[in-house]
């Protein structure tokens, strides 16, 4: 479990799910802050938007997400999307 101040985070209690997800990114309009040979820096004036779909016990559960955070762990990229609209 997290720390504490993880905890006090959390809006909702969270359940642990291994399923396969499937993105797709809404279209964005952004724009260059600067750019590198191994990246480029952008900003938005909205949230990155996501169509989510995912498997939950053979139902296959369609979300609107937008993503609310980004951590890199080691060699992984670990991302936090926030529901919008989620299908029951």
Known sequence: MGSKNEQERRRAERTLLQS?????????????????????????????????????DGKIIESKAQLAWVNKTGDRMVYGLEYIEKSE
């Open 20 to 56: 396969e997800v499937i993105l797709f990114v809404d279209t964005t309009k952004s724009e260059s802050v600067d750019v590198s040979d191994t990246g480029i820096c952008l900003v938005t004036e909205q949230p990155i938007m996501f169509n989510v779909l995912r498997n939950n």
